[in-house]
């Protein structure tokens, strides 16, 4: 059995290194002067979508992402890791999108894509916190989800297993594919790439998707006055059932 997975991943600022010219006036994170690095739980959501890779023959890992046109250099580094394909959705149309902007562009390119039994992602980007988009993603594409994810544990016969890390211990639970997952960073952390590592060209493993123009659908794209969003909840959690431990 082979899997269609689409990982979601985002190029961010790296905050461990913040210096005096960290963030502007306004209070926003000033990119130009910290360095751009692959979000750190995006990571482990490619982790676990290339492990299933090994896990079953013939598996296709696609790498979505969305940002300016930097933020091919974390498809490439993706497509050196093991990741199939990768697409960067990208325009200035984008600039500034808050998590129901974001989440409604990666939906769209999501439905173009098509043909997938698996979404994986990180839970957040550690430039917003929100760990919004993914769950957000799941309700516009009417897929079940499964959050907080620390390993996926098998996926075949319909069904994904999931382990969930939760503040009071750990769950595990099936849910039906398609299916959207959320990876947390407890999860086994992939290890990091040196700076000198000389990664292979990848000019015809990866495309550029941008939106229609002139489209006669108005897009909801909208950022709320104080700033923030309300997490989308699933609208049923009967597809996701626990399962019983092992005696």
Same mark, same amino acid.
């Given at each position: 059995?082979? &899997? @269609?997975?689409? +990982? ?5 600022? =790296?905050?461990?290194?913040? #210096?005096?010219? $960290?963030?502007?006036? *306004? ?78 562009? &990666? @939906?769209?390119? +999501? ?5 997938? =039994?698996?979404?994986?992602? #990180?839970?957040? $980007?550690?430039?917003? *916190? ?118």
């Amino acid at each position: 059995m082979s &899997l @269609n997975i689409i +990982v979601l991943a985002k190029q961010v600022p =790296d905050t461990r290194n913040v #210096g005096k010219d $960290a963030m502007k006036e *306004d209070g926003t994170i000033n990119r130009a002067a910290l360095p751009a690095i692959f979000n750190p739980e995006d990571l482990n959501a490619l982790e676990q979508a290339l492990k299933l890779k090994d896990m079953y023959p013939g598996t296709t890992v696609t790498l979505l992402t969305m940002g300016p046109a930097r933020a091919a250099e974390i498809v490439r580094e993706g497509l050196y890791r093991g990741a199939d394909r990768g697409i960067v959705l990208s325009d200035r149309a984008f600039a500034g999108a808050d998590t129901l902007a974001t989440s409604y562009a &990666l @939906n769209a390119a +999501v439905r173009k894509i098509g043909d997938y =039994d698996l979404i994986i992602g #990180g839970r957040q $980007a550690i430039d917003g *916190d929100t760990a919004q988009v993914g769950p957000q993603i799941a309700e516009k594409l009417k897929l079940p989800q499964v959050t907080y994810a620390e390993e996926i544990i098998s996926a075949e016969n319909g069904h994904a297993i999931v382990k969930r890390r939760l503040e009071g211990g750990v769950e595990t639970v099936k849910a039906p594919m398609p299916l959207v997952i959320t990876v947390n960073g407890s999860v086994r952390a992939m290890p990091a790439m040196s700076r000198n590592t000389n990664m292979p060209p990848f000019h015809r493993r990866w495309q550029p998707m941008r939106p229609k123009r002139n489209s006669s659908q108005s897009a909801p794209i909208s950022k709320s006055a104080n700033g923030t969003l309300r997490r989308s909840m699933p609208t049923s959690r009967s597809v996701v059932s626990p399962v019983p431990p092992r005696k």
